[in-house]
């Protein structure tokens, strides 16, 4: 029987305790960690792993859950499961007037949205690209590039220093870069002074 993603998390959660610890957590422990208030729903999700031969408890015992390793099949399975895909969060990226991109050490895990590695996350600041429901506060999913199509949405570098989100527009010896927010200006400087660094391929939005 293969695990669902929240027995696998559980297990995994069990795993490093014990190892970091040298003894298995409570149930308390394990709801907060897991974001289950329910200590019936904990005990469930522990019986369940049981059952599959992933823990043994001794009930004679507090903090007595031993984590096995995965056997057969579900051995297999659990070691064919791709790691989460951790992404850079390099920083925050003007919607509004241009501002320095600032890189930060912190990661995202987008496993879900894209299999790419040659991407990154950009924190929203303003309000210029609001007209295509992205605002401050949301993450765009950027793949790298040094070059888009018109009406692209993109990262762009302007004079070397000063990075925006804007769709491009390309015009004679001229870039556009045209926020999507009517009451805004679009930002026009010679080409040579612009620089792309990614397109935009998708947004987060934590509410």
Do not use: C, W
């Amino acid at each position: 029987m293969a695990l669902t993603k929240r027995q696998r998390e559980i297990y995994d959660y069990l795993a490093d305790f014990v190892v970091r610890n040298g003894y298995s957590p409570s149930f308390e422990e394990i709801g907060e960690a897991m974001g289950l208030s329910s200590l019936a729903t904990v005990h469930k999700h522990i019986s369940n792993l049981e059952e599959k031969g992933l823990l043994k408890r001794d009930y004679n015992r507090s903090r007595s859950i031993d984590v096995l390793p995965p056997k057969g099949n579900l051995k297999k399975s659990m070691s064919l499961a791709p790691p989460p895909l951790e992404l850079p969060l390099m920083g925050r990226i003007a919607a509004g007037r241009p501002i320095e991109a600032v890189e930060n050490p912190e990661t995202l895990s987008l496993s879900d949205f894209t299999s790419s590695k040659d991407v990154y996350v950009l924190k929203v600041m303003g309000d210029s690209m609001q007209d295509e429901h992205i605002v401050e506060g949301d993450y765009v999913i950027v793949e790298k590039a040094e070059s888009a199509r018109n009406g692209e949405i993109v990262v762009a570098v302007v004079n070397n220093d000063d990075a925006t989100l804007k769709r491009i527009y390309h015009e004679g010896e001229n870039t556009r870069l045209q926020p999507s927010n009517a009451k805004m200006q679009p930002i026009i400087v010679p080409s040579r002074a612009v620089q792309v660094q990614g397109r935009v391929i998708g947004v987060l939005r934590k509410y």
